[in-house]
Every structure is written in structure tokens, then in C-alpha cells.
């Protein structure tokens, strides 16, 4: 598999905040927003061709996985709001 280019990265970064908001509960929607945050920082300083390639193919995975999920939660979402949620 060939390094994907910055602009790739950034556009699975961005792809999989925008899945994390999909998410109709605050405490998974916050989880899925800081795990994704974390994990690119952690792959910040992979310099390796063939490291950045496996993390770039599981971060897409992920975000397969993470489109899959909210679409669940979507159907089983609590019908009252989080107090995290409720604005004034």
C-alpha cells in the first residue's frame, strides 16, 4: 500500500469527526471525538512508510466502523436528552 498523502489524513480526520457528531448520545459522541483526537496525535511522529500506511488503513477501518455504529445508536437512542445536551 502506497503512504498516503497529507491531504488523505486529513480528510479521514475530518471524516471521522464528522461520524463522531452522527452520534445521538453526548458521552459516545465526546468518547468517539477524544479517541479520535488521541490517536492522531499519537501518529504524529510515525516516520515510516509502512507505519503510517497501517495506521491510515486503520483509522478507514475505524471509520467504517464508526458510520456502522451510529447508525445503530441512532435507532436505539434514549428518547430524553443528556443534561450535557440540554441547552438553556
Do not use: C, W
Not at 5 to 34: M, V
Request: glycine content about 2%; aromatic content about 10%.
Amino acid at each position: 500500500m502506497a503512504t498516503p498523502s497529507r491531504s488523505e489524513i486529513l480528510t479521514l480526520f475530518r471524516s471521522l469527526l464528522r461520524s463522531a457528531r452522527q452520534f445521538p448520545d453526548y458521552n459516545i459522541r465526546e468518547y468517539t471525538k477524544r479517541r479520535t483526537i488521541d490517536a492522531f496525535r499519537h501518529n504524529k511522529t510515525l516516520s515510516e512508510p509502512s507505519s503510517i500506511a497501517a495506521a491510515f488503513s486503520d483509522g478507514q477501518s475505524q471509520l467504517q466502523v464508526a458510520k456502522r455504529q451510529a447508525v445503530v445508536y441512532s435507532l436505539y437512542a434514549p428518547k430524553i436528552k443528556s443534561i450535557m445536551d440540554i441547552k438553556h
